[in-house]
């Protein structure tokens, strides 16, 4: 089974920082779209942030717009997630996602991506 493998999650303050991380040992990622996708308790699951496989464009939701940055390394096979300023409305399970030649219509539509990881719990509570 493909998997995406996300890392870096845990427990931090608020305005506090934490950086995820997505990878695979299964595929190369250059050729993938990379979403960041967070879904808390009782709600559905929304994209977060998004880079782009080609020309490194990225996308962001407006509520981690100047708070969050996504990146990749392609050398390393890794995408990742910068979030500084966390606030307790950031608590969530975030997944990472693998859309290949993408993102295509809409970012942060579930349904543009082809593989996805377990996800990684990030809390953020004083």
């Known amino acids: 089974e493909v998997q995406l493998v996300e890392s870096g999650g845990g427990l931090v303050q608020p305005g506090g920082s934490l950086r995820l991380s997505c990878t695979t040992s299964?595929?190369?990622?250059?050729?993938?779209?990379i979403g960041w996708f967070r879904q808390a308790p009782g709600k559905e699951r929304e994209g977060v942030a998004c880079?782009?496989?080609?020309?490194?464009?990225?996308y962001y939701a407006d509520s981690v717009k100047d708070r969050f940055t996504i990146s990749r390394d392609n050398a390393k096979n890794t995408a990742y997630l910068q979030m500084n300023s966390l606030k307790p409305e950031d608590t969530a399970v975030y997944y990472c996602?693998?859309?290949?030649w993408g993102p295509g219509g809409n970012w942060n539509s579930i349904k543009e991506y082809d593989y996805w990881g377990q996800g990684t719990q990030v809390t953020v509570s004083s």
């Open positions: 299964q595929f190369t990622l250059d050729y993938y779209a």
């Open positions: 996602a693998a859309d290949l």
């Open positions: 880079i782009s496989s080609t020309d490194g464009n990225t």
